[in-house]
């Protein structure tokens, strides 16, 4: 009779990747766009610090949110951009840091698309779009051919400068999410309409960036289970791209969801108790023999073992415990469970939690968060200072 797994087991169990590559444990730390590059899509020493923070703290795997294949589609000008401009010598200083205890790092691999940075771009989506306030161009079909050499090419300088793995970004509401989308992909060729034809892009995406990397090196992918939107991609719709992504040699995909488009819900603004997304995790393990993690609202280490206990995922994604708790991932580890809330704002603007959090992941790039008591609105307004204070560069630097 098997006996069994002790709890610990669970967490502390390696995963192995269908590329061969193996994470320690069941714990990843999924994207979070930190604004810390240096406003040239370069990184800084501080961002340096705080991935070497979170692979102190325990963590398996770490992905660096937003990091750009194109410049000129930025999600915000603290971005990393991976491109014939970057700075290999200061990349690697990041990757080498934010991988010891043998911690993986990856970058999330990004494009923003309609959802670009409007002071620095010119949003451009699946097609032209004009929802409110909202509106961006359409791609051309030259646009989205050059996509998947993109991708590639950017893969191959993560590589070089020491990641360990790479994540395509196709979800919240950026351009490969907006292709999955029907709310933002009119396109009537091939590119868009069934679900198959709006996966396509990805497919290609994959393809292009696994014969660039070699089989042995990981490839990641985070969906949404659904864009928490009217009109957006539903959960059937998800659950058919999952079948579809079991069909390519993808090792890792994350499943989140809800969107930064205006006006939507996004996971990392939600002050509801999760986790959110195991009902469809459940659903997509059916579907697919590949790795699967899913992520949101993950609180309590209880959380965290039922999931894994019930097979909804591989591994747990955590986000926003992670900037409450850096070394979270060692005292779950260690059996011990500490908990806490996610704290509560009176009617934030939308954005405004995540911009919040995200001047907390500064202080913890100086080693600082105690001293940290920004309330939500001054911290907001430092976040969208900052990144105006580095428009300027970021033009001069990509000649725009
Ligand atoms: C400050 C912050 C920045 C984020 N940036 C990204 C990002 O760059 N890419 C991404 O895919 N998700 C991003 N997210 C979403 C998280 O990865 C995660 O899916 C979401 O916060 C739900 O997980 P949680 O409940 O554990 O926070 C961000 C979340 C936060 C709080």
């Known amino acids: 009779m098997t006996q069994p797994l002790h709890t610990e087991n669970l967490l502390n169990r390696p995963l192995e990747l269908p590329c061969g590559a193996i994470i320690k444990n069941r ?42 294949i194109d410049a000129l589609f930025l999600e915000n000008p603290g971005n990393l951009v991976l491109s014939e401009q970057s700075d290999i010598k200061e990349l690697q200083a990041l990757t080498s840091r934010a991988a010891i205890n043998n911690a993986h790092i990856w970058p999330q691999l990004g494009h923003a698309g309609g959802l670009a940075y409007q002071p620095l771009s010119k949003p451009k989506g699946p097609s032209a779009l004009c929802i409110g306030d909202f509106e961006c161009e359409g791609m051309s079909e030259q646009d ?91 959960q059937e719709d998800a659950l058919e791209v999952i079948s579809l992504l079991n069909t390519t040699s993808i090792d890792l995909i994350e499943i989140s969801g809800g969107s930064y488009f205006p006006g939507a819900k996004s996971s990392s603004d939600s002050a509801s108790n999760g986790p959110y997304f195991i009902d469809f995790s ?61 704290p509560k704002f009176k009617s934030p603007p939308q954005g405004g939690v995540t911009a919040w959090y995200t001047m907390l992941l500064t202080a913890i790039s100086h080693d600082n968060e105690k001293e940290f008591n920004l309330e939500l609105l001054p911290a907001i307004q430092s976040y969208e200072n900052r990144d105006k204070a580095r428009i300027t560069k970021w033009q001069a630097k990509y000649q725009m």
């Open 27 to 68: 714990l990843m730390k999924s994207a979070m766009s930190d604004s810390l590059a240096d406003g040239e899509g370069n990184p800084t020493q501080a961002q340096s610090r705080l991935y070497e923070r979170w692979a102190e703290g325990g963590i398996g795997l770490s992905v660096v949110g937003e990091v750009q």
């Open 144 to 234: 989205i051919a050059l996509l998947p050499h993109q991708f590639a090419k950017s893969a191959a300088i993560a590589k070089q400068a020491g990641f360990t793995g790479v994540q395509i970004h196709a979800g919240h509401g950026f351009l490969l999410s907006q292709f999955l989308s029907p709310l933002f992909n009119h396109r009537t060729d091939l590119y868009g309409g069934s679900v198959e034809n709006r996966s396509r892009i990805i497919i290609e995406v994959i393809a292009e960036v696994r014969s660039t990397v070699g089989g042995t090196f990981p490839i990641g992918i985070k969906i949404n289970c659904s864009d928490q939107l009217e009109g957006g991609l539903t």
């Open 282 to 342: 459940v659903k997509a393990k059916g579907l697919t023999n590949i790795p699967l993690v899913v992520t949101g609202g993950f609180k309590k280490r209880e959380q965290v073992i039922d999931a894994l206990s019930i097979n909804a995922a591989d591994s747990i994604g955590l986000g926003r415990t992670l900037i409450l708790r850096p070394d979270l991932p060692n005292e779950w580890l260690e059996g011990e469970g500490v908990t806490f809330d996610f």
